[in-house]
C-alpha cells in the first residue's frame, strides 16, 4: 500500500496534495506553557530551503520547559553544532512526529541517556535513534529546555509535526492556535515577459508594478499593455497579531478573466524538495534586493509539490486587441486576505527593449552536463543542476577561476578542480579550495585531496582559487587560568578560532580522560559542565587539541584545582 502511495506521488507530483484529509484535531498540544507568539511560519521561505516548522519565541529567555506534544517515545536525539542545535524528535502513536529544535538541554532521564553515549562515542555531535521502549514520554511531560543551539538568530523552539513519511506538515493544521486577525501583506509585485518576443509595457525584461491601494483594503495595478506569454511574481509576507515578525503566507490563488490559472499553499512539503525554493523566487532579484518574488508561473521542470492547480503553467497567452483581468489572492492560515487587480490591454508592439541578456561562448542546457578544462583548473556541471538554460560567464585568471555569478541558484554540486602536481608537498600541504566573496575574502570550500589534483563540491558560483593556512587555531581560556583553583565553577570554558581554513575538530581531556566540551560556533566557545562528574581529581591537567582544515594544530595545557 505504501509503495504504491509513492508511486503515485512520483507520477503525480502536480496534482497530489489537493486538500490533506485526516489531519488529526487537538491531539496536538502547545509545547510551550506560553502564549505562542511566532518569528517563523510553516513555508516561510528561508534561504535554500523552506521553513518546516514553526518558530515559537520564548521571550528572549532560555531554558522554559519544553513539553512533548503528545505522548510517544524519543525516536531520534541530533546533537550538532549547525542546523536545529541540540534537537529530539518524539515518535507518536498515531504515525507522526514532533520535532524540538534549539533546545539548550535536555530533561534529566534524556540527558544521562545521551551523555552517556556522547562520552562513549568522544563526540559531541551524534545522532541516535533510541529504540520505542527506552524513552516514553507522556504527553505534557517535560522532555527539555528551550535554547538557542545551532543556527538560531536567538532564543526560541523551532517545532515542527511531520507525517509518517517524515515529510514536514503545517502544525496550524492540527488545530494549534495562532492568534491572527491581520491582512497578509503585499510588498512587490512584477511582471514577466516569457515567450519570444512576448512584451510588458513594451519591454522584454522584469517590470515592477505600481501597487494602487483602494477603500476596501485591496490593491489595483494601472492597466498593463502586454503581448504574448507573460507571468507574474509577488512578494508577499504575513504578520501574525502578536508580534511585528514578517512571515510566510499560507495561500497564493491567481486567475485570469475569472478562471484560476494557479494556486499554491503551504500545508506540506518533503524535505527532498526544499531546495526548489530557489527555482520558485526570482532568485536574481533576491541576490542583488534581498527580497524574495514568488513566481507565480511554473517552468515544466519545477517538480514543487505545494501547487494544487496549475493551468498553462499559470502562464498568460495575452493576444492582440483583447482585454484581461488578472487577479492575485493572498491568504493567511485564518483566512485572512489581500487582493490585487490587474487589468491587462493586449497589444501588439513594433518597438520591444530587448531582454538584458549577455551571451558568451558557454552556452549550457539545464539538463546537459557541461565541462570545461583550462590552466590546470577544470570545471563540472552535471545535469539539473542549473534550473534553466544559462550563457555562463566563465573566465580563467592565472590559479583564480570565476564560474559564473552568485545570482544564478545551483540545485546540484558543481565540481571545480585545481591540478597542484607542479607544487611542493609541504606547501600542498596547507592549502586549500578558497570561494573568493565579492569583499575579496577567502572562505573554505571543502576541499578533497589526491597528490596531483585538489577537487571541491559547492552549490555556489563565484570565484574560486587556491588558498595556504599556515597557522594554527587560537585558544584562550575563558574562567580560568594555569595554575588557578577554581572549585567555584561550575563549568570551563575556552574561546577558540581560526583565521583562515577555520575548525576542523577539537579533543579535550582531563588528566588523559576524554571530556565533552559543547561548541557554540556562534560565540566560538567550548564548554564542559563539571556536573557531568568526569572531574573528580583536586589537580587536573586539562589539554585541548584543536585542528583547522587543513590540519593546523593547537595543543593548549593548563593545570587547574577543584575541591571535590
Ligand atoms: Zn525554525
Redesign the pocket.
Known sequence: MKRFFSLFLVLFPLVASAQISNVPQDYFKDPLDIPLILS?TFGELRSNHF?A?L?IKTQGRQGLEVKASAKGFISRIKIQHYGYGKALYVQHPNGYTTVY?HLKKLAPKIEEYLKERQYNKESYEIELFPGATELQVEQGEVIAYSGNTGGSGGP?L?FEIRDGSQRPMNPEMFGIDIQDTRDPIVDGLFAYPIGEGAHVNNSANRQKLRLIPQNDGSYTTNALEACGEIGFGISTVDQKSLAPNKNGVYKIEASLNGSPVMNLDFQRFSFAESRYLNFLIDYEYYSNHRKRVQKLFKESNNPLSIYNGVVNEGKLDIEDGLDYNYVVEVTDFKGNSKTIRIPIKGNFSGEITPKDEIKTDYFTNYNETFSIEENGIDIYIPKNALYYDTFLDIEFMGDTVKVHHDDVALHKNITIGFDVSDIPAEEKEKMFIAQISKYGRPSYSTTYKKPTRFTTGTRSFGEYTLVSDVNPPSVRPVNFYDGQWISGNSDLKVKISDDLSGIQSFRATVNGKWILMEYEYKNNTLTHDFSDGVVTETENDFKLIVTDNVGNTNTYEAKFFRKN
Do not use: M
Open positions: 517563523g521553513h516548522g518558530d529544535g526560541h523551532h
